[in-house]
């Protein structure tokens, strides 16, 4: 079987003049989307490219993007996206980390890619808006200097090579990346759709950030599986959402906690400004359970899923049925895909026991990129740690329980304390340090640094995070600082960080 990017080619032969994609004013039917595609893979080509090869993306939501899903997917080619939340020095890292020599970047990013160069091994940038970046090509010229016939890959693509390599915060401090074959977003299709019942009627509205594979697998690419149609937002702003659900008639639509907050205190809301949407889902962090009523009371069913950038994402998610009746769970595993909840020593446990959530399935990374130790951590015998606590009561419904790790998520973003606590020892004036996630009303959690100081030293609340505001991305300073006397550890050493929550709500 080839790859994703035969969807493609499949659906213009089937049903070419259906609309695929709207972007602001631009609209493309699967004719049109393919024929883009096969340009940029042209275009890809022509620059060098060869099957294997990085090629990252630093951008907001648009419809360049998904064409580079499919034209790096048509290709063998393995896409990077980069966070453009994150500081340059993150950024370097993760290109660095995996030799990506090629960028493609909105030119609102131009200064950041600029910095780039130099740093990391990138030597082709492109540029989606204009040539703001000297030597960078323009992305529609690009296109438009091909023809759009389909292009010839350097060898086979099957559903078994790698094309998306996915970073994430490594509680070392460094990111990892999860590297997804094209099967892994296939089989996410398949789950995601037999999960919310996808069908080609279906128009989904993409509103979390493409950077994320949430923002890829929730539900862009499911939708173009079934040749529904996907409306991209830009960047969140709530007033946009309900504009683009009443104009463009959405039908599913999926979300981060925090976006839901805000819709629900949108005036929009109470005139019913959600209410011709057929799938309202929510994941990426914890779903307080008076939202989930408080979406009822409006004639919303929100429902509440569970993946990782390591499952592509789908993990578990609620039936709708159940969602209100059982708030607090993630619900069940999705179609194809196994789970498992086990002790310390990797024994099944009944249901009502908690334990680690471990999975199984085709839609699951192949590994973490040039990190074969980290790889071989994180499977047992074929299923992956999630390193996430769990429980499954007796109807087979799933709820997490808490973080076997210290991550903490705020506002969908996953942020690892040992990264942040990393910069804090930079600080000369800082003996020890430890942060910590605590609740927070809009974001659901933010960080709070708990600090020791040397002897002697003085350092403000203020200070910190500003030194913290020029090192790491916004989402990851913490809120608060609270200077103590000394870090409860315990005979080993470890900072007893549940004790530091209890002391520092």
């Known amino acids: 079987m080839t790859g994703i990017g035969f969807w493609l080619t499949k659906r213009e032969l089937l049903q070419g003049d259906r609309e695929a994609v709207v972007d602001g004013q631009r609209r493309l ?4 989307l393919n024929r883009r595609v096969n340009r940029l893979a042209r275009a890809l080509q022509s620059m060098g490219l060869k099957q294997g090869d990085r090629i990252a993306v630093l951008a907001y939501n648009g419809l360049e993007y ?5 034209a790096t997917a048509k290709l063998g080619l393995i896409l990077v996206p980069l966070n453009w939340r994150l500081a340059p020095a993150e950024l370097a890292f993760i290109l660095s980390d995996s030799t990506t020599e090629t960028l493609l970047f909105d030119s609102e990013f131009s200064k950041t890619a600029e910095a780039l160069r130099g740093q990391t091994p990138l030597c082709r940038f492109v540029s989606f808006g204009a040539k703001d970046v000297p030597g960078a090509a323009a992305y529609e010229g690009a296109l438009s200097s091909e023809g759009d016939g389909e292009p010839a890959p350097d060898g086979p693509v099957d559903l078994d090579m790698p094309h998306i390599i996915m970073y994430t915060a490594g509680t070392t401090g460094r990111p990892k990346g999860a590297v997804l074959s094209q099967g892994a977003s296939f089989w996410n299709a398949v789950n995601m759709s037999l999960c919310v019942d996808l069908t080609s009627r279906d128009r989904t509205l993409t509103v979390l950030p493409m950077f994320h594979i949430g923002g890829i ?3 862009t690419l499911p939708t173009l599986y079934q040749g529904g149609t996907v409306v991209i937002q830009r960047a969140f702003d709530p007033q946009v959402t309900f504009r683009l659900i009443e104009e463009e008639k959405i039908d599913v639509l ?13 005036p929009a809301f109470k005139s019913g400004g959600m209410a011709r949407l057929r799938s309202v889902m929510s994941g990426g962090a914890p779903l307080p359970v008076s939202l989930v009523h408080q979406f009822r009371e409006g004639g919303i069913i929100l429902q509440q899923g569970f993946g990782m950038s390591e499952a592509a994402p789908g993990i578990a998610a609620q039936d709708r ?4 009746a059982k708030a607090g769970s993630i619900g069940r595993p999705l179609f194809f895909m196994e789970v498992r909840i086990v002790d ?4 099944d446990l009944p249901p009502g026991r908690e334990g680690e959530l471990l999975i199984r399935g085709p839609n699951v990374m192949q590994k973490y990129w040039n990190r074969p130790e980290a790889t071989d951590e994180a499977f047992t015998d074929g299923w992956l740690h999630t390193g996430d606590l769990a429980r499954m009561d007796g109807d087979g419904d799933l709820y997490i329980v808490d973080r076997k790790k210290d991550m903490f998520i705020s506002g969908g973003e996953n942020v690892y304390p040992a990264e942040v606590e990393n910069v804090l020892y930079e600080l000369s004036q800082v003996a020890e340090a430890a942060v910590i996630g605590v609740k ?18 003085k350092l403000t609340e203020a200070e910190v995070l500003d030194y913290l505001k020029g090192k790491l991305a916004k989402y990851k300073v913490p809120r608060s600082v609270v200077f103590v006397d000394q870090l409860p550890r315990n005979a080993a050493g470890k900072v007893l960080k549940n004790i530091l929550r209890e002391k520092h709500p």
């Open 29 to 32: 039917s699967y004719r049109a």
């Open 66 to 70: 998904v064409e580079t899903i499919f």
């Open 217 to 219: 697998g929730l539900y």
């Open 254 to 266: 999926f979300g981060v906690p925090a976006i839901f907050l805000f819709l629900i205190q949108n």
């Open 321 to 324: 049925d159940r969602a209100v």
């Open 344 to 347: 310390p020593q990797n024994r």
């Open 440 to 457: 927070d009303p809009k974001w659901g959690e933010v960080g709070r640094a708990v600090v020791v100081l040397k002897p002697g030293q």
